[in-house]
């Protein structure tokens, strides 16, 4: 019923029938014919101008996803200064611990972590992660802090949850050859997340990994423990769609940030 009223209205306004109404079809009349013939190719016009504009938009959207702790404590301090520098690029940011299909999703541009480096067909390695004890300056220690051996008798903040071994304490102190301290004597967290606020707020000892903790170290929110060795872990990766302009631009600026702090 609108369709018909905004056709009357159209031939009411030009002052000519465009359309010949029978009882179940509807043609053009020879008016209706030369008016189409006239106003097509300005339609075309229209339609393909808006096409354009969509892809355009399309093609400035960046789809990017990280994990929660990633997002949370390297990106997101870091996106200002990539809007400033490319304020043309819409960053849609997908934050998942879960990895997710890149091509299903339509995902442009992930950091992943892995055992090892990824060197397959779209993928460059960023860095290999260090771990190590960090704590906040108002944690009230029961010991010296002199060795890695008095962490046994300090109050240790462990991951529980689906986190490979290499990031438990237990992984740590046998890779030092020191029989790890039952987990019932700290406090046990279920994310990275929450496991660095409560070494920020004081809680206990964590062990955490750089990048990540590289700005509380910066800023004095969270010290290290003198003479005890970083451990190395596995591998931050990047990935890049291929094809994809603001995608290479992205991943440019991160393996640049990346560059200057090391």
Known sequence: MAVSRQIADLEHAIGQTLFSRNHRTVSLTRNGEIF?????PALDAIAGALAQQRKSTSDQRLSVTVTSAFATYWLMPRLVDFGASHPEIEVNLVVSDRYLDLEAEGIDVAVRYSPQQQNQSGWVPLMQE????????????????GSEYDLKDERLLFLSGRYR????????????????????????VNTYINMLQAAIEGQ???????????????????????DIPALKRGYYNLYRRSGHENARVFCGWIEAQFESAN
């Open 36 to 40: 189409s013939n006239a106003i097509s």
């Open 130 to 145: 260090t771990i190590l004890p960090v704590y906040s300056p108002n944690y009230n220690a029961h010991t010296s802090l």
């Open 165 to 188: 071994r290499e990031a438990r304490w237990e992984h740590w102190f046998a890779e030092r050859g020191i029989v790890p301290t039952e987990e019932r004597s700290g406090v046990s």
């Open 204 to 226: 206990g000892i964590a062990l955490a990994g750089r990048p990540l903790v590289d700005r509380f170290l910066a800023d004095g929110s969270l010290k290290t423990i003198p």
